[in-house]
């Protein structure tokens, strides 16, 4: 069996995709999950490789350096602004020429025919350049659930939209493992791995807090992720997304990704996964 290590972006923002394809290489990860496609959040740095020809090059020739490969870009989000996926394409294309095969999109717009016209449209660009859409259910997002990503990926019916699955957002949408159970095991390429409490919160900033800054490493907190990985392909993507503000204040960014992936595979091997 052969699993593959991803790095992901959000587990330090801050890094550009160079050097966080060299960081990855140096932590002993296969590859890298870059967010490339900017959400302009509030002290978000813009890593576009599109409108950066020296960012771009450096990127490459990172890749080259290394052997690393880039799992996939981030994110090609729906929300009711997005009128014209086509504004993806650019993405899409300089992501294909590095051998990115797989994007990552969810939803932010309630409307349910437009999001699923939309999804659709997305998937029907990226074939073009042979990448797999990876719907991710966002607990605060307006597709939060399994069942509700399930249900839009067997609307659009396309031969290359996939679902991601999160295991934070796993456990804080209530999301069963009998509902995982009874889903294709082919309908995920994807894990992203984190920890946290039992605990889910009712107000949306609480669970933005814990999303985007303190999440835990796998196997300190008490997320049933062993039951998740049981029910995955076993050559199944993980992703390894643990943003933690506090840890890297503390250790510094590289090892806290060192830890990430450390104890991912010590959680693993623990529970007979390696």
């Known amino acids: 069996m052969t699993r593959k290590f991803s790095l992901v972006h959000l587990t330090y923002i801050n890094w550009n995709p160079a050097e966080m394809i060299y960081i990855a290489s140096l932590t002993g990860f296969d590859c890298v999950s870059v967010r490339t496609i900017c ?3 509030p002290g978000e740095k813009n890593h576009d490789i599109t409108g950066n020809n020296a960012l771009f090059k ?3 020739q990172a890749l080259a350096d290394t052997g690393l490969s880039i799992n996939d870009i981030e994110l090609a989000k729906i929300d009711s602004g997005t009128t014209d996926i086509r504004k993806y394409e650019c993405h899409l294309e300089a992501a294909a020429s590095l051998g990115v095969k797989n994007v990552i999109t969810n939803i932010w717009v309630g409307d349910s025919n437009f999001y699923t016209e939309k ?4 998937c029907d660009i990226a074939k073009q350049y ?3 859409v990876n719907l991710e259910f966002v607990t605060w997002a307006k597709v939060t659930s399994l069942k509700a990503a399930r249900k839009l990926i067997e609307s659009a019916s396309r031969a290359n939209a996939a679902i991601l699955l999160d295991t934070l957002h796993f456990h804080r949408s209530r999301v069963t493992l009998d ?3 009874e889903c294709p095991k082919n309908m995920f390429r994807i894990v992203h791995l984190c920890d946290a409490p039992s605990f889910i919160p009712d107000d949306e900033k609480s669970l933005i807090h814990t999303g985007r800054a303190e999440r835990f490493y796998p196997g300190d907190g008490e997320i049933d992720i062993a039951g ?3 029910l ?3 050559e199944i993507t993980v992703g390894i997304e643990v943003p933690n503000i506090k840890a890297v204040e503390v250790i510094g960014a590289t090892e806290h990704a060192r830890r990430c992936l450390e104890k991912t595979k010590r959680y693993l091997k623990d529970n007979a996964f390696l």
């Open 39 to 41: 959400q302009g959040l």
């Open 58 to 60: 450096a990127t490459k």
């Open 119 to 122: 999804f659709c449209e997305l």
């Open 130 to 132: 042979g990448i797999t």
């Open 179 to 181: 509902e995982l159970k």
């Open 228 to 230: 998740i990985m049981r």
């Open 232 to 234: 995955l392909d076993e």
